[in-house]
């Protein structure tokens, strides 16, 4: 059965770093492009990056250019976001999502499988 576990969202001053890891089961994660989405209270979900299936090719939303670095790990099974200079606005649950390359989908507007998402928190 296909599952997407996140972790290591948390609490983080303004300023601060996290890595937020996106673990995958039931499938092979080679045929998959993997977006991170965020969603804070009282806003749309929204795309922050994408990551192709190989890893050549990622997207970053415009809020998080140079900050924020996707990358994954077909190995483990495991998607990655290094968010770094973090501010309050970062703030949101985050989730990954798997898009199946052999059914035509692709991240970012493409259809797949939701994780349950982590919290994030950027407060003083």
């Known amino acids: 059965q296909l599952q997407l576990v996140e972790s290591g969202g948390g609490l983080v001053q303004p300023g601060g770093s996290l890595r937020l890891s996106c673990v995958i089961s039931?499938?092979?994660?080679?045929?998959?492009?993997i977006g991170w989405f965020r969603q804070a209270p009282g806003k749309e979900r929204e795309g922050v990056s994408c990551?192709?299936?190989?890893?050549?090719?990622?997207n970053y939303a415009d809020s998080v250019k140079g900050r924020f670095t996707i990358s994954r790990d077909n190995a483990k099974n495991t998607v990655y976001l290094q968010m770094n200079s973090l501010k309050p606005e970062d703030s949101a649950e985050y989730y990954c999502?798997?898009?199946?390359?052999?059914?035509?989908?692709?991240?970012?507007?493409?259809?797949?499988?939701w994780g349950q998402g982590t919290q994030v928190t950027v407060s003083s």
């Open positions: 990551i192709s299936s190989s890893g050549g090719s990622t």
């Open positions: 999502k798997a898009f199946p390359l052999l059914y035509g989908s692709s991240c970012p507007g493409g259809f797949g499988t």
């Open positions: 039931g499938f092979t994660l080679d045929y998959y492009d």
